[in-house]
């Protein structure tokens, strides 16, 4: 079961960090498409630091972190302040980087087919699609593509149908009511566990 939860977890990693520069892929179809590609790249060329550089690059450029952000912190985004929110996203961002560069290196042997693309109102798509390796059953990964104006990016991805940025929220939401009711404690939290990574 460890395995199997680790597979997931690394497909997420890989479905939310990783994708190529929007002008390489002019559709969402094509940008998901690179993802797996460039994350192997990464993974094979790149160890410790100049790993954890390149995903961070990955991330700013190819995804719409603020929105994720947002999503993650759910109702508590509108509580909190302008430097509780830059603080958070700092902090989310480290968080997210170190945590997943050191759990790719099982990616090696994967492939990503995708299956549908939907498209949806107000630039948002919705892309289906199979993440294999040989040995193992494939994973479904929706993804979701958003164009705020800035180009296609990533906004989230569901894994096996769980959302792994509405599961952030739970995670986060359950933090903030165990601890005082405010955000402040989290962003602390977060804020120690990318310090210490």
Known sequence: MRKVFDVLLAAGAAALLFALPVWAAADPAQLVKSVTAHVIDIVKAKTGATREAAFREVLRTDFDLPYMARLALGTHWNEASEQQRARFLAALETAEVRAYSERLGMLAGFTL??????????????????????????????????????????????????????????????YILNNGGTVEPLVKELEVRAARQ
């Open 113 to 174: 087919t995708i299956d549908k693309v939907d498209s949806r109102p107000n630039g948002v798509w919705i892309v289906d699609s199979l993440l294999s390796q040989a040995s193992r059953q494939p994973i479904k990964l929706e993804w979701e593509v958003r164009d705020n104006g800035q180009g296609p990016r990533i906004a989230d991805v569901k894994i096996a149908g769980v959302s792994m940025f509405l599961t952030k929220r739970s995670e986060f939401n359950s």
